[in-house]
């Protein structure tokens, strides 16, 4: 916003001048304007929640749809980092060049992971007219590069506009055990599970601070906020408690689930009468991957039966649960006489996830690390699902039921993977109360919907840089009126390979699975849907127009030319991940580390992943009894750790959570120096592509334990859980140490980690050299 013209007298004496503020002083909103909140879960179907038909209770929901308007046919990316941008910006996702999640950038225009300054954020916006800004919760915003206390903060949320930042950074986190950013740092959790620790309650609890602030220092002054909580996304955690709530209520499976759900959406009027259920496994072999096929109810053993049900239980209660805790952000408002005037958005970023495969998890990351999930080891976690034991997933059965009456879901351009639930409550603003809304709409509306009721134009220019314009329409005019004519014209969609195009009650789509790894988009076939009549997308009708679907594919070209989303990505979730990204610095053969220091994200920590690799930490101890973390990587949900331990040295190396624990032990030391080392020697790949090879544990020149072991290949977490040396900051890598365990009786000069070399070849000259350094 640019600097009002100085229109007082200046002359040499202030006694003959004339002072004029109006330059320097605050901007103000318009008179009335309303407050903004934004909630915003993830990975959430359609069909999940009670008030557009599902069973998962959700009050705080159900308050405000009865308060406001439910919208029936509004529609997201279909993945997290893509929904989100657009959230923040009011453009296409490629237009912010998140064409994926930020973990799986790639070097082109709409893909990069980076959101231009000719995009600027709604916060910008926003502030620049009057409004304070917080952000709470997920951030899936920030480039994987940028995403460490070392890198520049240009992309993080106080540059993107944001007063106030409170919540973790990337895809996922433990919600018992997150990693936390406030505001552009790093910090620990303020307690722990044990003492009542859950991120919900703690995200909460910082957003009713940051509003009561607000309201204490500036009462007249609106404000927005992005409440982000980390559910429904991997990990399901939520006390025992809550999932009991609905202990039995899945029991009958996923597929007569979809039959209810699709009877109680129509009766609700959230679904046409005569909507039609499409298939379990809808699309043909070969066109998807495997992974994302659901197993049929009747197929499962009783046991498979018992611990499926109960994962979806686990899903509801965390859903339930979290919805609580924003229930104390709505009671805060309503108190402190600000609900009226508060425009609420509760809603979704895509549809439910198949993280899971098609028989769930207790360990999501074996999905990153293309590992399968063994029915014998879920079993073992069936009465602790949901703890800080488990790190767990359901199956692909209750994505698809969760996703009723559509076909597929997260990742897919179907509406399985793009039909949200969307609550939109103002009672100043809105007169109508507990109706529905089906007009077409896409998460671009949502900015200019915000801007409409705010009183507000996007501007031209934001900090100098003039500014693409708006794509979306805004949905104002529907609040009002039930019947008035959806004023979207039309939508393309494109994910990790995946294609749809939306025009005028018409939709395209390509048959081809993401993360599929098919390529040859160019063969691909196209299906057609008259989403007016057929909400489901149940039945193609392309052979009956030919023309039709040849318009719309021409159609989703030219989109795609306009908004940079080629080229098309469908590569396996592991080589996306894996694809090489810029660095803060270049990649070398070693690392060192501190302890004191925060930790180090996987994204530039050293990798190990795959390749042969040492650790050398140089260690003092005074006391006999010294104790505690010396260097942790990861958690028990894959990762590695040496401590010291009943003054023994322990290596543990933790494979995706897969017992027993790799484990490595000396005889125990007295105090005094040494260089501790750990060698792990490649010698092959598994069926899997796990790395095989062989482990040699050191206490100076003197091997004192050896074996063979396996590692991952893929990422420890998606975020969360890094580098640590002195403590372990998040969860723990081993059950034999307490969180954070930090070490204690005796010093940690540093730990190098080298990844250069395929063999350890001299360790006492390195261990010598090492202690001569120190």
């Known amino acids: 916003m640019s600097q009002a013209q100085f229109k007082g007298v200046i002359k040499l004496d202030v006694r003959d001048s004339v002072a004029d503020w109006t330059p320097y002083e605050s901007p103000k909103a318009p008179e009335g304007a309303p407050n903004v909140l934004i909630v915003l879960f993830d990975d959430t179907g359609l069909a999940a929640w009670e008030p557009f038909g599902g069973r998962i209770e959700m009050p705080t929901l159900k308050r405000l749809a009865d308060n406001g308007l439910r919208y029936t046919q509004w529609h997201t990316t279909a993945l997290c980092s893509p929904t989100r941008s657009v959230f923040l910006t009011g453009r296409n996702h490629h237009q912010n060049g998140m064409a994926c999640i930020t973990e799986g950038s790639i070097g082109f225009p709409g893909a990069n992971g980076h959101i231009p300054a000719e995009c600027a954020t709604v916060a910008q916006v926003l502030r620049d007219r009057g409004w304070n800004t917080y952000w709470v919760g997920k951030n899936h915003s920030v480039p994987v590069e940028e995403a460490n206390p070392g890198a520049s903060k240009r992309g993080w949320p106080l540059l993107k506009g944001w007063d106030r930042f409170y919540g973790f950074i990337g895809g996922e986190t433990n919600q018992w055990y997150p990693t936390l950013v406030e505001d552009n740092h790093y910090i620990d959790q303020p307690y722990q599970p044990e003492d009542g620790y859950h991120l919900s309650k703690d995200l909460a609890d910082r957003a009713i601070q940051m509003l009561r602030d607000s309201r204490a220092c500036a009462p007249g002054k609106p404000w927005l906020m992005w409440f982000n909580p980390g559910a429904n996304h991997a990990p399901h955690h939520v ?30 009027g959230v679904m046409p009468q005569g909507t039609r259920l499409t298939e379990l496994n809808p699309m043909p ?43 104390r952000i709505v009671e805060f408002l309503e108190q402190t006489e600000q609900l009226d005037n508060t425009l609420i958005l509760y809603c979704a970023d895509n549809g439910a996830s198949a993280e899971g495969g098609p028989n769930g998890s207790v360990n999501e990351n074996k999905f990153f690390n293309g590992w399968p999930d063994e029915m014998a080891e879920n079993m073992r976690h069936l009465d602790d699902l949901g703890s800080p034991d488990t790190y767990n997933h359901y199956p692909t059965g209750w994505t698809a039921a969760f996703s009723t009456p559509f076909k597929m879901f997260k990742r897919y351009s179907y509406a399985g993977g793009t039909a949200d639930p969307l609550v939109i409550s103002w009672p100043k603003g809105i007169r109508a109360r507990g109706e529905i809304r089906h007009q077409y709409h896409h998460v671009t509306d949502i900015v200019p919907t915000i801007l409409d009721c705010c009183g507000v134009e996007f501007p031209d220019t934001v900090a ?54 098919l390529g040859r988009f160019d063969a691909d076939a196209w299906e057609l849907y008259y989403t007016d009549d057929d909400r489901a997308e149940a039945v193609d009708v392309a052979a009956k127009h030919p023309e039709k679907l040849e318009e719309l594919t021409a159609l989703w070209l030219s989109e795609a030319q306009r908004y940079q989303v080629l080229p098309l990505d469908d590569r396996f979730p592991r080589e996306i991940l ?52 010396i260097f942790a990587h990861g958690s028990r949900f894959g990762g590695h750790a040496l401590f010291l331990k009943d003054r023994r040295v322990h290596y543990v190396y933790n494979f995706l959570g897969v017992p027993p624990e790799q484990r490595f032990v000396s005889e125990p030391l007295t105090p005094g120096r040494y260089v501790l080392g750990v060698e792990f020697a490649k010698q092959g790949e598994g069926e899997h592509h796990e790395t095989l090879g062989h482990t040699k544990l050191w206490v100076n020149d003197t091997m004192v334990a050896e074996g063979p072991m396996r590692t991952q290949i893929g990422m420890f977490s998606l975020c969360g859980d890094g ?7 998040s969860d723990p890598v081993c059950a034999d140490y307490p969180q954070p365990s930090v070490f204690r009786g ?29």
């Open 746 to 774: 005796g010093t940690i000069s540093q730990v190098e980690v080298y990844v250069g070399q395929d063999q350890y070849l001299d360790l006492e000259k390195e261990a010598f050299a090492a202690l001569a350094r120190d």
């Open 464 to 517: 100098g840089v003039r500014q693409v314009p708006l794509p979306g329409v805004s949905m104002r005019y529907s609040f009002d009126d039930a019947d008035a004519a959806t004023t979207k014209r039309q939508q393309y969609y494109a994910m990790l390979g995946t294609r749809g195009i939306w025009q005028d009650g018409w939709k395209a789509v390509a048959v081809h699975g993401p993360t599929s790894g």
């Open 578 to 629: 894996a694809d090489p990204r810029p660095q803060p610095f270049p990649a070398t053969d070693s690392y060192v580390y501190y302890p004191d220091a925060a930790e180090v994200p996987e994204a530039i920590a050293a990798n190990t992943r795959g390749r042969s690799y040492r650790l050398l930490a140089s260690v003092e101890i005074a006391d006999p009894d010294a104790a505690g973390v």
């Open 285 to 327: 072999e070969g066109t998807f991957d495997p992974n994302d096929t659901v197993r049929p109810w009747d197929s499962l053993s009783a046991d498979e039966q018992r611990l499926f049900a109960r994962m979806a239980e686990v899903y509801a209660g965390f859903s339930e649960y979290t919805d609580h805790q924003i229930g």
């Open 723 to 729: 580098l640590c040396v002195g403590r372990d900051s």
């Open 239 to 268: 006390a025992t408690e809550w999932a009991d709530r609905y202990r039995g209520r899945f029991d009958d499976g996923y597929e007569s689930y979809r039959d209810w759900a699709l009877k109680r959406m129509t009766e609700l």
